[in-house]
């Protein structure tokens, strides 16, 4: 997913102070023909929660009247896109050569290391779209990695209360065989009406709780849909209560504090400015990022730089 970072609004203030709401700010995304996305990180008032640094929510998107996603081959350095519809369908091609579909329910995760491109379109049977992508930073020691793509369909969890599925890490007894290359929690988490469910937590993780639909309640405070709810390292379970009548749905993030500062500009990771200058020159000339073929169209161009040097951050500021 192609995406330049714009500053979003200050963070909400919660009634607990163990917990941080963090609200979304819209998007468009992929040029002229945009659809919008609610985007809560990276957040003015935090960047990252584990190695999750990018999260975008989308849809329930009219196809018929938005034309649905179309994004243009683009690259990627320095990171992981993870791709989770509730509906729809989206065509996934790289250049690693993968050629696959992301569904409901279906974990896709592609790992750009030094670099790769890739293209996503909604499905000509996609009448309704309607997800997150997910990006996960990758530490400096693996940043450089060989291309990578995986495609998991985790089973579903039954918990008192609701339904979880563990697209990464390990929760509610179920650990997905996906690869991470830092400690790392993602799920989908529904809640019946009117349920309360408590999940035991990995205290060295922070977590986020990004809700999708329905009200929540978590650490006494209440959480709508698109609020990401942020918990710091430390608690051991997790509680969480659907206020209303009807089903809610959440994704679930958790990770241990990435300490590394990064560099974090259009499409690529790095640690200097000077990586996100060769990243640019390099995707601007063909050159590292290899082809992406099968993809009717033409790639997009990288945006200018901006004037002054990109400096590195820290997981929050």
């Not at 790289?94 to 379109?121: K, Q, W, Y």
């Not at 959480?223 to 942020?230: I, K, R």
């Not at 390292?233 to 206020?243: D, R």
């Not at 082809?291 to 990109?310: H, N, S, T």
């Amino acid at each position: 997913m192609s995406t330049a970072e714009t500053e979003p609004r200050p963070a909400a203030q919660p009634q607990d102070p163990q917990l941080e709401v963090l609200t979304a700010r819209d998007v468009p995304l992929g040029g002229p023909r945009a659809m919008t996305v609610r985007r809560t990180l990276p957040h003015r008032s935090r960047r990252m929660i584990g190695a999750w640094c990018f999260v975008d929510h989308y849809g329930p998107d009219d196809v018929a009247r938005t034309g649905g996603m179309d994004v243009a081959p683009h690259p990627h350095t320095g990171l992981q896109t993870v791709s989770w519809l509730f509906t729809g369908e989206i065509e996934h091609r790289d250049s690693l050569g993968v050629h696959a579909f992301v569904r409901p329910g279906e974990l896709n995760l592609m790992t750009s290391g030094h670099g790769i491109c890739h293209s996503e379109v909604s499905t000509p049977a996609t009448t309704v779209l309607h997800g997150v992508q997910l990006w996960v930073a990758l530490p400096d020691e693996h940043r450089h990695t060989a291309r990578d793509f995986h495609h998991h369909t985790p089973r579903p969890v039954p918990l008192d209360g609701g339904e979880a599925r563990v697209f990464l890490g390990t929760l509610a007894g179920d650990t997905s065989p996906v690869p991470t290359f830092t400690p790392l929690l993602g799920a989908e988490l529904t809640l019946h009406p009117h349920a309360t469910v408590t999940l035991a937590l990995d205290p060295a993780f922070e977590h986020g709780v990004l809700v999708d639909h329905g009200d929540l309640r978590l650490a006494g405070t209440a959480l709508h849909p698109a609020d990401l709810g942020y918990l710091a390292p430390g608690p051991t379970t997790l509680t969480l209560t659907n206020t209303g009548d009807t089903e809610a749905r959440l994704i679930l993030l958790g990770g241990t504090p990435f300490e590394e500062e990064i560099v974090m500009w259009w499409n690529f990771i790095g640690r200097s400015n000077d990586d996100i200058t060769q990243a640019r020159s390099d995707w601007m000339h063909a050159n590292r990022f290899g082809e992406v073929k099968g993809y009717p169209g033409d790639r997009l161009p990288a945006p200018e730089l901006p004037g002054i040097p990109l400096k590195p951050r820290g997981r929050a500021r």
